[in-house]
């Protein structure tokens, strides 16, 4: 594995791979909507057209699945936004990036601000430090959780705003001296709505680095065996990827959902 490239400012630390491919996610993302919907058309839609009528319905179908459409109908772009936002993001990393490798400390800045995390590693004796600056948005659990504490967020705001004596009733469920269960499972659904996400992505580019690393070591057989291992990892991350942005995608629609029901649902 290579290092982030992290720079320091005001005592904040900034990973600029990150901040790199969540912008490239965006404009990705965006670049397919605003194409998509150019040229409407009902008699000869196009191809991105289709496509993204396509995941509309894909949308429309989770949120009907986990609550009465009308209700869910609001959050019909917000589903569409995490679903294509993670999907792009989970794909970044699958392109094969040779890091850079710094050899001098002085070479190891961005526009003048030192790489922290690069001259920690030159000051501890390695000849060189390799330094990745493409990655997984979400391979990152700082932007995996960021996701889930939106999602979070939302939730709670919706349950208070929306539906407040079903909301603060819930914990008190189905005995009052539940309260304390209660409100560790709501903790418990951002952690693992978040980390569930980070550690199959992350899980997915150790190993890519690690048969990638190999190739580059051995020799003859074993070369051609992690060549064909990354390939069919490589497919096999394609999958896991577009699951697990749907996973996460229906799980913030059930939560949703969660908070806006009623007693009279049940």
């Known amino acids: 594995m290579h290092e982030a490239p992290i720079v320091q400012i005001a005592g904040l630390k900034f990973d600029l791979a990150l901040i790199l491919t969540v912008i490239v996610s965006g404009i990705i993302v965006f670049a397919?909507?605003?194409?998509?919907?150019?040229?409407?058309s009902v008699e000869n839609p196009g191809k991105l057209q289709n496509f993204m009528e396509w995941v509309v319905e894909f949308v429309q179908g989770l949120i009907s699945s986990t609550m009465d459409y009308k209700k869910g109908a609001p959050f019909l772009s917000l589903g569409l936004t995490l679903i294509m936002f993670i999907f792009v993001s989970n794909m970044l990393g699958l392109p094969l990036v040779v890091p850079f490798k710094y050899t001098d400390p002085a070479a190891a800045n961005f526009?003048?601000?030192?790489?922290?995390?690069?001259?920690?590693?030159?000051?501890?004796?390695?000849?060189?430090?390799?330094?990745?600056?493409?990655k997984s948005p979400t391979a990152d659990a700082a932007s995996a959780m960021g996701l889930a504490l939106i999602v979070f967020v939302l939730v709670?705001?919706?349950?208070?705003v929306k539906n407040p004596k079903h909301y603060f009733g819930h914990y008190f469920k189905?005995?009052?001296?539940?309260?304390?269960?209660?409100?560790?499972?709501?903790?418990?659904?951002?952690?693992?709505h978040g980390m569930r996400l980070f550690g199959n992505i992350f899980a997915g580019e150790v190993l890519i680095s690690v048969l990638l690393k190999m190739s580059t070591l051995w020799f003859g057989v074993g070369a051609v065996a992690s060549v064909l291992g990354l390939i069919v990892w490589?497919?096999?991350s394609i999958f896991v990827g577009t699951i697990q942005a749907f996973v996460f995608t229906i799980l913030a629609m059930v939560y949703i959902s969660q908070s806006l029901e009623t007693d009279e649902d049940h």
């Open 174 to 192: 189905p005995f009052f001296f539940f309260f304390p269960i209660n409100l560790i499972e709501q903790f418990s659904k951002l952690l693992t």
């Open 32 to 40: 397919l909507a605003k194409l998509a919907t150019r040229n409407l």
């Open 156 to 160: 709670h705001f919706l349950g208070i």
């Open 234 to 236: 490589q497919g096999f």
């Open 111 to 134: 526009f003048g601000l030192p790489l922290t995390t690069v001259l920690d590693g030159l000051n501890s004796g390695k000849e060189y430090v390799e330094v990745g600056w493409w």
